[in-house]
């Protein structure tokens, strides 16, 4: 299995641009989460999905920020204008309800950088 | 609330062994977790613990969990380099699948 495949990998864009980070969670897996990474603020868990649902988008900072996941294999964040401090790594895991909940699987991260 | 803390900072020689420590606030936590990050990379589980245990030993890592103190720790037998990388302690409660992650604990293996 490829394991959680994110792109892009690094991002680069100018302040007030959009941005999308693409998530491809491991096949078979039924949870899908979205988290950011800062020195300033740690890990923080931004928005979940289950069988493609949202559950939990409480971690979400701002209405800037947007989620979807239109079907099993997929999901995409997006900022939208994008600022300066949105600046961090954004990783997005999965999971297998089957399996039990210690299994979450994450991915490489997206490295964003808003100038 | 919901803090998980860690201290930041471990350093140890080659061949001791490390522990790293963490502490929790709340008491439904269900699941106890540690994962690893190495520079530029995800995060990986490395093992988990359900509350009701008090112990849990695989291969080199020990985990242990004082459920009154809300403590828990991350030992590493015959520590090496390629152990060095940040350690993150985070929690799940009941009714979620949402992890709340400590601010991580840097390991530096020295030679």
């Known amino acids: 299995d490829a394991g959680v495949i994110q792109s892009p990998r690094h991002e680069v864009t100018e302040m007030g641009q959009e941005v999308t980070l693409r998530c491809k969670p491991i096949?078979?897996?039924?949870?899908l989460f979205w988290y950011r990474q800062t020195m300033m603020r740690g890990l923080e868990l931004l928005i979940y999905?289950?069988?493609?649902?949202?559950?939990?988008d409480s971690g979400m900072p701002e209405d800037r920020f947007s989620a979807k996941m239109p079907n099993a294999s997929f999901s995409t964040l997006k900022i939208q204008p994008s600022e300066p401090r949105d600046s961090a790594v954004y990783f997005c895991?999965?999971?297998?309800?089957?399996?039990?909940?210690?299994?979450?699987?994450f991915g490489p991260g997206t490295r964003l950088l808003v100038l | 609330g919901e803090d998980v803390e860690q201290s930041l900072f471990l350093s140890v020689r080659e061949g001791d062994s490390s522990v790293i420590n963490c502490t929790y606030t709340d008491s439904s936590s269900t699941y106890l977790y540690w994962y690893k990050q190495e520079p530029g990379a995800g995060l990986q589980l490395l093992t988990y613990i359900f509350s009701n245990m008090d112990m849990k030993q695989d291969q080199r890592l020990t985990v242990l969990l004082n459920k009154k103190d809300k403590h828990l720790s991350l030992r590493i037998a015959d520590t090496q380099t390629g152990d060095s990388a940040i350690y993150f302690c985070?929690?799940?409660?009941?009714?979620?699948?949402?992890?709340?992650f400590g601010s991580g604990t840097r390991l530096l293996v020295r030679p």
């Open positions: 096949s078979g897996h039924d949870y």
């Open positions: 985070a929690e799940s409660r009941d009714s979620s699948y949402k992890l709340i």
């Open positions: 999905f289950n069988n493609n649902v949202p559950i939990d």
């Open positions: 895991a999965s999971s297998f309800s089957g399996g039990g909940r210690e299994t979450q699987y």
